[in-house]
Structures are given as structure tokens and as C-alpha cells.
């Protein structure tokens, strides 16, 4: 089983940058795709980034050039760098992990979750 622990989130001004971690316990890391998903209230959940086994990337279009989503596979961890941020950021960060390490299938693919993280962009 795996067991994901987010850690990162919090409160920052329009404009700010944060960076949200992942680590990763119990499981090969390396064989994992990767992938951070967030919810607002009332709306659906959307996958926002993922990276694959072999490190191969995948950003939803409102976060491109912005967000940068990486891996360290010795530390059993990811990361998602978060910059520029807009107040339409603002939800809870979840971290998930796929044993298909290509992730064919988004977010319905996904395996594990972690309890997630609030992020909050406001002035």
C-alpha cells in the first residue's frame, strides 16, 4: 500500500510562488506515475500535473508555464513548483500516484491519494 503525505500549502498573494512535496512510503517509487490534482469548493476535481515513470510531463492548460511538476527518486518525493499565482488557484492540492506508470487513464487512474493540501491565493 501506498501512504502519500503532502506538506507545502498555505496562503499567499497573487503573484506568489510555493512549492507543495509528496513523499512516498511502502511502494517502489520509481515505477509510479506521479500527479497532483486539485478541488475547489463546488467544482470538480481536476488533475493539474503529472510526471511519469520516466519522467515524461503533462500540465492542464490553465496551469502551463506556470506550475512545473519533478520528481527525486532517491528521496521518494515529489514536487510541484507553483508560480505566478492567481486567486483562481485556490483549493486543496492532493497528491496521487499510479501503478501505471504511464498514467494512460488521468485521473481515474489514479491508485492512492494522499489527504491533501490547502492552498490559498489572496490578497
Known amino acids: 500500500q501506498v501512504q502519500l503525505v503532502e506538506s507545502g500549502g498555505g496562503l499567499v498573494q497573487p503573484g506568489g510562488s510555493l512549492r507543495l512535496s509528496c513523499v512516498a512510503s511502502g511502494t517502489i517509487f520509481t515505477t509510479l506515475a506521479v500527479g497532483w490534482s486539485r478541488q475547489a469548493p463546488g467544482k470538480q476535481r481536476e488533475l493539474v500535473a503529472v510526471?511519469?515513470?520516466?519522467?515524461?510531463?503533462n500540465y492542464e492548460d490553465s496551469v502551463k508555464g506556470r506550475f512545473t511538476i519533478s520528481r527525486d527518486n532517491v528521496k521518494n518525493t515529489v514536487y510541484l513548483q507553483m508560480n505566478d499565482l492567481k486567486p483562481e488557484d485556490t483549493a486543496v492540492y492532493y497528491c496521487?500516484?499510479?501503478?501505471?506508470?504511464?498514467?494512460?487513464?488521468?485521473?481515474?487512474?489514479?491508485?492512492?491519494w494522499g489527504k491533501g493540501t490547502l492552498v490559498t491565493v489572496s490578497s
Open positions: 510526471i511519469t515513470d520516466d519522467d515524461t510531463t
Open positions: 496521487s500516484t499510479d501503478r501505471d506508470g504511464s498514467n494512460w487513464y488521468g485521473l481515474l487512474g489514479m491508485d492512492s
